[in-house]
């Protein structure tokens, strides 16, 4: 059986676990501390880096863009009727969308209003692109998932996530690629593809009192544009004596 290796909130993981969900191949996952990589991990990842897959005959790939490729080739086809083209544009569509999962990472980091809405914009050239070739299919280019919808769908589920949460709409002026997103995370895929606990590592993690939004406190639907209006951040003295007047205690900031 195929086994993963992942660290929880690791989008290149959810990747690649969307292929094997999709294409219904069995598989092991075990999880590690990127903090704290054991030794035999860094024995089979050259990049010490996750994912990393270890296939049946105990080979271990690394680099998404290669598990990705190497799972669409071994096994049965999300496309089997694409020709050599479509085949590369598929790829390349795919890149752009696994090429945002750290400048996502980073925007959702931010840890102040200009820098959130910097961090946006590079993000927005993406969604962008992508939303002048979105058409008439449910998912990207078919009705049937794709490898560019698994590439994909990190990008657009964490988007999701963070607009639950806090109100902050990464793709607030992208309407085909919100229908996208919406087909997508319809499928139940997002949840497949991620540990139980993900949403609670996520949301410690990007939405924290160390975050510009894990901070902030919105009045409606926000995004890059209007986030002045729509987001009062909350102090971290205002945070500390809200905790000392619940437990009767005295706060000096």
């Known amino acids: 059986m195929l086994k993963v290796i992942s660290f929880k909130i690791c989008p290149f993981v959810q990747r690649i676990t969307g292929m094997l969900e999709t294409k219904g191949i069995p598989y092991d996952i075990e999880y590690i501390s990127l903090s704290d990589k054991p030794q035999w991990f860094l024995d089979i990842s050259p990049n010490g880096q996750v994912p ?5 005959n105990g080979t271990a790939l690394f680099e998404s863009d290669a598990i990705a490729e190497y799972l ?23 890149y752009l969308g696994s090429k945002q999962y750290l400048v996502q990472c980073s925007a959702q980091r931010s840890k ?10 590079k993000l927005a050239s993406a969604f962008a692109k992508v939303e002048k070739v979105l058409g008439e299919y449910k998912f990207f280019n078919s009705d049937t ?5 698994l590439a994909w769908l990190p990008v657009l ?16 002026f992208y309407p085909k690629t919100k229908v996208w997103q919406k ?3 319809a499928t139940g895929l997002a949840e497949k593809t991620v540990s139980e ?8 993690f990007y939405l924290s ?26 102090g971290c003295c205002e945070t500390e004596a809200k905790t000392c007047q619940t437990s009767g205690n005295r706060c000096e900031c």
């Open 52 to 56: 990393v897959l270890v296939t049946e």
């Open 72 to 94: 669409e080739e071994a096994y049965p086809a999300l496309q089997p009727d694409l020709d050599a083209e479509q085949k590369a544009l598929n790829r390349a569509w795919s």
């Open 112 to 121: 102040d209003a200009p820098t959130l809405v910097e961090r946006t914009e």
């Open 145 to 149: 998932l794709s490898m560019v919808d």
């Open 157 to 172: 589920h964490r988007a999701h996530i963070i607009q639950e949460n806090t109100g902050y709409d990464f793709l607030a």
């Open 183 to 185: 087909n997508l995370l």
């Open 197 to 204: 606990d993900f949403i609670e590592k996520f949301t410690g």
């Open 209 to 234: 009192e160390e975050t510009f939004l894990g901070r902030c406190q919105q009045k409606g639907e926000c995004n890059a544009h209007n986030l002045d209006e729509c987001c009062v951040e909350t």
